[in-house]
């Protein structure tokens, strides 16, 4: 598959740091400009339990999703399905899931969208070491899946964004 017709789903976390911090609309209003084009011609997508989470909290990131062409996919019973498989798989993958602290609700979903639409989770996890090991991360379970995984940074590369500084 090239990397043109590569299709990413996007994790919430990769939306809510750069918005926050390094791609903040104040700062690179091109990088969102980026991703409304490519959610427009179906390159990128975020599942519904993902803009579920960042509804959650009627900011200025959740007024952006909602006027963008970035598309939001609903679970179908393949998504339904692909979600089974990943539990199946090993039930240590239910742990992607905090139910404790409702965090990580819309991860397994994210790994289920991406296997149903063979599509490129796009997450800023990173992958288990002894230090982070106590969860399971989605690098993880993508791994065990035979999803791909990649950060933001490794997207931009692939795509071959440039963006340009002006004062």
Known sequence: ???????????????????????????????WNVLDELGAHGQLFVP?????????????????LKKSRVKVRSVTEEVGIKLKE??????????????????SLADPWLIAHAMAE???????????????NKRVKIPHVCDAMGVRCIDDFKMIEELGIKFTCTL
């Open 48 to 64: 519904s339990w993902v803009a579920e989470e960042i509804h959650r909290t009627d900011d200025d990131l959740s007024k952006w």
């Open 1 to 31: 598959m090239s990397l043109q017709s590569t299709i990413y789903c996007l994790d919430a976390n990769v939306l809510i740091k750069a918005w926050e911090s390094y791609y903040s609309p104040n700062v690179c209003p091109t990088y």
């Open 86 to 103: 990943i539990y199946a798989k090993d039930p240590k993958h239910q742990l992607l899931v905090d139910n404790t602290k409702q965090r």
């Open 118 to 132: 063979n599509a490129c989770v796009v997450s800023k996890e990173e992958k288990p070491t002894a230090a982070n």
